[in-house]
């Protein structure tokens, strides 16, 4: 595919639209309880592991939506504002990372936090986000727009003489 082939992408419909429907999915999973029985089983791993939980914490609970919110927008924002695969994988990765380190985070505090939903709106937002970045030329990757096309040459060919001498009568 040439570069002039791909559309010019936008940063910002695609941030609310990407970030939304990946919150959306997160918390609507969870209020199905999709994954009930891995939260189940996680917390008992963690009981038995010696931690003593006061409070349970994640999606779709208020400061879940708050944490899943900033994770989601701040990953598609900054896969819609990063050039290069490689480095929108990265990003992705370091999201999934900090999302799974949240677990034993709240932990320190007695706070059992329900991964699972944010996972997924966390995966959901990074293929989204990656999916249209990659067949659209991002304004990250130094395209304001495309070529304009049938442009009439305002220069003329004509260089850069002075006509003012011209415009005097002298040659």
């Known amino acids: 595919m040439s570069r002039f082939e791909k559309p010019v992408g936008h940063f910002a419909v695609p941030l609310i639209i990407f970030g939304f429907v990946s919150l959306l999915l997160g918390v609507a999973t969870e209020l199905m309880g999709v994954f009930g029985g891995l939260t189940g089983s996680l917390r008992e791993v963690c009981l038995q592991g010696g931690l ?14 708050l944490v899943t919110a900033a994770g989601v927008f701040g990953l598609v924002g900054a896969i819609l504002g990063t050039p290069g695969g490689a480095r929108r994988t990265i990003i992705g990765f370091s999201a999934l990372f900090l999302t799974v380190t949240l677990i034993p985070a709240f932990a320190v505090w007695g706070i059992f936090w329900k991964p699972f939903g944010m996972i997924l709106a966390i995966l959901w937002g990074w293929l989204s986000a990656t999916i249209y970045a990659h067949f659209h030329l991002m304004p990250c990757e130094g395209v304001a727009e495309l070529p304009a096309e049938n442009v009439i040459d305002l220069d003329g060919g004509l260089g850069t003489e002075n006509y003012k001498r011209h415009s005097d009568g002298q040659s």
């Open 52 to 65: 003593i939980f006061n409070a349970g914490m994640g999606l779709p609970d208020t400061v879940g939506i």
